[in-house]
């Protein structure tokens, strides 16, 4: 694992990024939101709840879906605080998956129609101000932000 | 994550989840909730008082243990979610299908109610 931490300017503004890479596999939801919780972000309480959340979904959905040769993989996530708000960034190798498009699980009416899967998506949708995608090579690239 | 259950005297079976039911916490309890809500007559509340926070996949696991006491006639009830919790459950809008009680009377009433 590596952990970086830049505090300085690239612009006039106060900028820190810490990042982390974690393996793959199932500890890696707890490890990188307890890693989250020990960073001085600054979000409330509130705040840090439901990016806690969010990132615990993304990480959740990579660790299951991104891969399916069964080999050892790692995941990066990286956390930037500037221009006001807590960027989370979530970096992985794995196959094409754009969490912004991909479709939410129904709203259930009566318990028959709750199915399984899909509600970790809706969550981070219904929580994070900003989402966004990228796909940069072979490199998928989910990035949240929360105002500070 | 541990489990532990009491059978209250009313035929109610009490299953009371403590930590994180997250990934990690989802597997560890999966088998032990399943097994344990197969009570013969289908009356289940869930405490989940000592539930720090859940996840998608960790709501996932009630809501299959709630949908095979359904079909057989029993019934879960959920019981005293935290504020983080109670949050994820409604905006899945699982508390819509199923029962979240703040307390222990009522989440009784409830499930003695039936589905």
Redesign the interface.
């Known amino acids: 694992m590596t952990d970086t931490l830049e505090t300085g300017a690239r612009s006039a503004e106060k900028r820190s990024v810490s990042s982390q890479i974690f393996p793959g596999d199932?500890?890696a939801?707890?490890a990188a939101?307890s890693w989250l919780r020990s960073l001085p972000t600054g979000l409330s309480e509130s705040r840090l709840?439901d990016a806690?959340?969010c990132l615990?979904?993304l990480v959740?959905n990579i660790?299951?879906y991104a891969w399916s040769d069964g080999g050892a993989h790692t995941l990066t996530v990286s956390v930037e605080r500037a221009g006001g708000e807590v960027e989370i960034a979530v970096e992985d190798d794995g196959l094409a998956f754009d969490p912004t498009a991909a479709p939410l699980?129904p709203?259930?009416?009566?318990?028959?129609?709750?199915v399984?899967?899909g509600?970790?998506l809706?969550?981070v949708r219904?929580?994070a101000p900003k989402l966004r995608y990228e796909r940069r090579g072979d490199v998928n690239r989910v990035a949240i932000a929360f105002p500070l | 994550m541990q489990i532990e259950h009491d059978d209250l005297e009313d035929g109610v079976r009490m299953i009371r989840l403590k930590g994180?039911l997250?990934?990690?916490g989802a597997?560890a309890v999966d088998l032990k909730l399943t097994s344990l809500a197969a009570v013969r007559k289908g009356y289940v509340i869930v405490d989940l008082e000592a539930v720090e926070?859940m996840?998608?996949?960790g709501?996932?696991v009630i809501?299959?243990v709630?949908?095979a006491l359904?079909a057989r006639e029993g019934k879960l009830v959920l019981l005293q979610p935290r504020p983080?919790v109670a949050d994820?459950l409604v905006?899945?809008?699982?508390d819509?299908?199923?029962p979240v009680c703040t307390d222990l009377d009522t989440a009784r009433t409830t499930v003695l109610a039936g589905?």
């Open positions: 199932k500890t939801p707890r939101t709840a806690e959340l615990d979904e959740t660790v299951r699980a709203i259930p009416h009566t318990l028959d129609e709750a399984p899967g509600r970790g809706l969550l219904s929580i | 994180r997250d990934l990690e597997e926070f996840s998608s996949i709501l996932s809501v299959r709630a949908r359904s983080n994820v905006r899945t809008q699982i819509q299908v199923i589905g």
